[in-house]
């Protein structure tokens, strides 16, 4: 099946399910979409917050199989560490490929040379390609359980590690998950060395701008004017911009997505970090209880956050540099509402308004004047990537 469209993909069945989380969270809609699309090859490394609380809360897991015993494999690791934990993985598993690679020639006559160039040119590009693979895997593994061992002695002794490999020469995806106070603050110094190192790692940041999961401390990511615990009067600064230091590495591919706003372009943002063949990050907006508004409005509250400008979607894929082509593309239109229609449907900055009205005009004002001074800063980023692409292109 073809899963370039919403439809489509929702067809799939999701290996996400009975999380347990808070009605109406805004971050278990990304993660039911990262299985639907990838799930039966998934690896994944969670940050310890509230995804891994709903994650893992043994002895009940929300992640599943299909039918055919595939699902996601799943591990926990803590804040400071889990970028780092999820580089292991892929580590890892780029040493079992090799060697397995290295072992597959000594079987030629064994299972036969054909079977062996097969497994190690497979275009797996696409989800056909993947499920072809699998096939010769499975083949693979049924000659070499009715390996006659008497007339192949020299490899017998090898038969069982390639038996406990083969599955690694099928494509997996790994990806490293965790919120806004792992990405932003106290991991963000292994998440910038992983995403640096240029491996194929995926990083999804479920950003709700507050530590939520206990209970509700300000991170780097909570906007201005926001109340918090410790920014109990509104915080000052404003919020960390991850996605414009990663883009700043020109080989990040790099994504902010909100799936109440656009959720073709959500989609289509999994679909290129996953094919794009070096590390990428996606920043999702994902409302929150902590936020004080209506939960079973969180996706309209998300298109408002886009329409205001305060939430500018945008993909940078470096593969369209490549191509003489903009990387930058900006998803968004132009802001069409004051920001206030977003922020004063929130707890959080409506009580400043009563406990400080003079200090919550301030700080809207301030808000504002941010809002618009990044969106004209990306819409310049993005001029200035089609001038280059357009010159390189010459």
């Known amino acids: 099946m073809h899963v370039g469209s919403i439809k489509n993909s929702q067809l799939l069945q999701p290996l996400f399910e009975f999380s347990g989380a808070c009605a109406g969270c805004g971050e278990t809609p990304y993660i039911k979409l990262l299985t639907q699309l990838f799930g039966d090859r998934l690896l994944i490394a969670n940050a310890t917050g509230c ?25 926990n690791s803590l804040f400071e560490d889990n970028a780092e934990f999820g580089l292991g993985m892929r580590l890892a598993l780029d040493q079992q490929i090799e060697h397995v690679r290295e072992l597959l020639p000594l079987f030629a006559p064994v299972v036969g040379q054909d079977l062996i160039d097969a497994l190690l040119n497979a275009d797996q590009s696409t989800e056909a390609g993947i499920a072809a693979q699998r096939e010769r895997v499975e083949l693979l593994k049924q000659r070499l359980r009715t390996l006659d061992r008497s007339q192949f002695p020299d490899v017998v002794e090898r038969e069982h590690e390639l038996l406990s490999l083969a599955d690694v020469l099928v494509k997996k995806s790994v990806w490293i998950i965790g919120g806004d106070g792992w990405a932003y603050d106290i991991g963000y110094g292994g998440l910038d060395h992983v995403l640096a190192s240029g491996y194929n790692v995926n990083v999804l940041v479920l950003d709700t701008e507050v530590y939520s999961n206990t209970g509700g401390q300000a991170s ?18 404003p919020k960390k911009d991850l996605g414009l230091i990663a883009m700043a590495y020109g080989n990040i591919y790099v994504a902010r997505v909100a799936m109440g706003a656009d959720d073709v372009q959500t989609l289509r943002a999994f679909l290129e970090a996953e094919a794009y063949d070096g590390p990428s990050l996606i920043i999702a907006y994902s409302h929150c209880i902590a936020h ?43 802001p069409s509402l004051p920001l206030e229609k977003f922020i004063y449907n929130e707890t959080r900055y409506r009580m400043l308004v009563q406990s400080d009205p003079e200090r919550a005009e301030a700080l809207l004002h301030q808000a504002e004047a941010s809002v618009r001074a990044r969106w004209k800063h990306y819409k310049e980023l993005a001029a200035l990537s089609e001038v280059r692409a357009e010159h390189n292109g010459h």
Request: hydrophobic share 30%; net charge positive; aromatic share 10%.
């Open 51 to 75: 995804s891994s609380i709903y994650g893992g809360n043994l002895p009940t897991t929300p992640y599943t199989k299909n039918v055919e015993g595939r699902g996601p494999a799943w591990c």
């Open 292 to 334: 004080g508004i209506d939960m079973r409005k969180g996706l309209e509250q998300q298109k408002l956050a886009v329409q205001t400008g305060y939430w500018p979607l945008y993909r940078y894929n470096p593969s369209l540099a490549a191509e003489g082509k903009n990387p930058l593309i900006i998803d968004s239109k132009d």
């Open 220 to 237: 780097k990511s909570t906007p201005i004017g926001a109340v918090a615990k410790f920014a109990a009067k509104g915080k000052s600064s």
